[in-house]
């Protein structure tokens, strides 16, 4: 086989003349499992590089150790920035556990009194009391009477306007026949 | 532009960082410290990295910076123990299993390592990481052509290395 191809890439490689497409290539070609006798000695330089490339030392350890490290200042810097906002809301922040307080309050208050209008409707409807005898007139005898003189005086007020009313027809009527 | 989170931004970059700053220090935990160094550090300049174009490159420009900075101390310390400063390449760590198991790569490893400091970083962007020329130039700080030249020269050298090897026959 002709590596003339790879021989030329690899003279232009030292020469720092190859693009970075060649370079690939170049790789691609020394990290392959067979290579001529006579590149085989280049073979472990492109190894190293893509091995030196790959290495990664520093694992969960080292992050855990600069968290910390930096989130010792985070903090710092989150309790700064909360006394700022504090300063910026303060009345309604401050208030905010009151208005809890109330509205629970007011729940409580709300619910109580509900319960007991409830009760005491039960109570009101167990002593209910339908004995004729223990029922007891709520208003006075001349109350009854000026109700009923009122009433009656309405009904003859209907009674005569309904007479006049006929009288009115009857005489229209004979009017008519005559 | 959108909030920084730390977990989610700046965390996933971990490994990235490590690598550099591995490539820099040739030393495992002194290369933890300066990625937890780096994550802080963007982390405390977050404000500021709300505006960067890219997150990554940023927190890399750090690193290097930090991984450097430390270099520089301890190359002190050592001088001033001894005269003869330890030559670190060869006992640097092995941060996979494969590199440990295979022969081959081992020795590539301490290839890559021997280079001066921004031949290997270099090396680490571009060959390794898969960065682009304008990327690097970001992350070093350096300009593109400076880039170009450095890399080039990071790959002659890599190749010299190669050809002795080919005539010593290994």
Known sequence: MDYKYIEQLLERYWECQTSAAEESILHAFFTQEEVPAHLAQYKSLFEYMEVAGGVEVLGEDFDKKMLKLVGEQDTKDTTAKIEVRAQRTSTIYRLRPFFRAAASVAIVVLIGSAAQELFEQKDEVQTWDYNSNSYKDSFTKSEVDEALEFSLKGLNTIGNSLKDADLVVVDSAQTKTK | ?170
């Open chain 2, 1 to 170: 532009m959108k909030k920084i989170d730390f977990r989610y931004d700046l965390l996933p970059l971990k490994n990235k960082l490590f690598r550099l700053a591995l490539r820099i220090t040739l030393d495992s935990a002194e290369a933890e410290d300066v990625t937890q160094d780096t994550l802080v550090r963007a982390w405390q300049r977050r404000d500021e990295l709300e505006k960067v174009d890219s997150i990554e490159a940023y927190c890399m420009t750090i690193c290097r910076n930090l991984a450097l900075d430390r270099r520089e101390k301890r190359d002190a310390q050592h001088l001033s123990l001894d005269e003869n400063p330890i030559e670190t390449a060869d006992a640097s760590p092995l941060p996979d299993e494969r590199l440990e198991r295979d022969e081959r790569l081992r020795h590539v490893h301490r290839l890559f390592n021997q280079l001066p400091e921004r031949l290997r970083t270099i090396l680490q962007l571009r060959d390794i990481e898969g960065k682009s020329v304008r990327e690097t130039a970001q992350i070093l700080e350096m300009t593109e052509e400076n880039v170009k030249v450095t890399h080039h020269r990071a790959r002659q050298l890599l190749r010299q290395q190669y050809q002795k090897i080919e005539s010593h026959g290994l």
